[in-house]
């Protein structure tokens, strides 16, 4: 059985009328082999997202391309899901992510620095809205178990106010703390005593 992958992202992005962002990851080639010779199927791997923090992603099987990714498609806005954003740019914490044999790792990042990722965990951050992320994968190139993997990270993500409402405390403590604002806090508390 002979089939060909082919990443066709380039030229493939576009915005759907309710503002969707569609981003088609790969397209696969199956060949059956039949008496009278072969017959071509194709698989599609699509992301959707509204670039407001809401992505999904979904794969189709037809016979045609273009029918394989309108079914890609809309299974994809069947599973969008929210994901809360750290100043509508990038991420809360960093998160590590894994499925099969695809692990990933995501960090956040200061202003400016962009979208660092390659291949589909690309496709899932400008589909997302985030504009400041470093992603890294590290295992399999397979763009479904990368897929995968990197929304199992972002299903481990928590918001600080989701953070505080589990804790009974306010969210400026918690986002307090990670800014590092408390230890300063502590760094200054620790010079006022007198050294013995």
Known sequence: MAHEQRNERKGRDREEGGDLIDKLVSINRVAKVVKGGRRFGFAALVVVGDGKGKV?????????????????????KKKMIRF???????????????????????????VGTGIIAGGPMRAVFEALGVQDVV?????????????????????????????????????????ERREGKSEESNNEKNEKKPKE
């Not at 794969?59 to 809309?74: F, P, Q, T, Y």
């Not at 100043?87 to 990042?109: C, N, P, S, W």
């Not at 994968?137 to 505080?164: E, I, Q, W, Y």
């Open 135 to 175: 992603a890294k994968s590290v295992g399999t190139s397979n763009p479904h178990n990368m897929l995968k993997a990197t929304f199992a990270a972002l299903n481990d993500m928590k918001s600080p106010r989701a953070v505080a409402a589990r804790r009974g405390k306010k969210v400026g403590d918690i986002v």
């Open 56 to 76: 999904g992603y979904g794969s189709g099987k037809a016979k045609e391309v273009s029918d394989a990714m309108r079914k890609a498609l809309d299974d994809a």
């Open 84 to 110: 809360p954003l750290r100043e509508g740019r990038t991420l809360h914490h960093d998160l590590y992510g894994r499925f099969g044999a695809g692990k990933v790792v995501i960090r956040t990042a200061p």
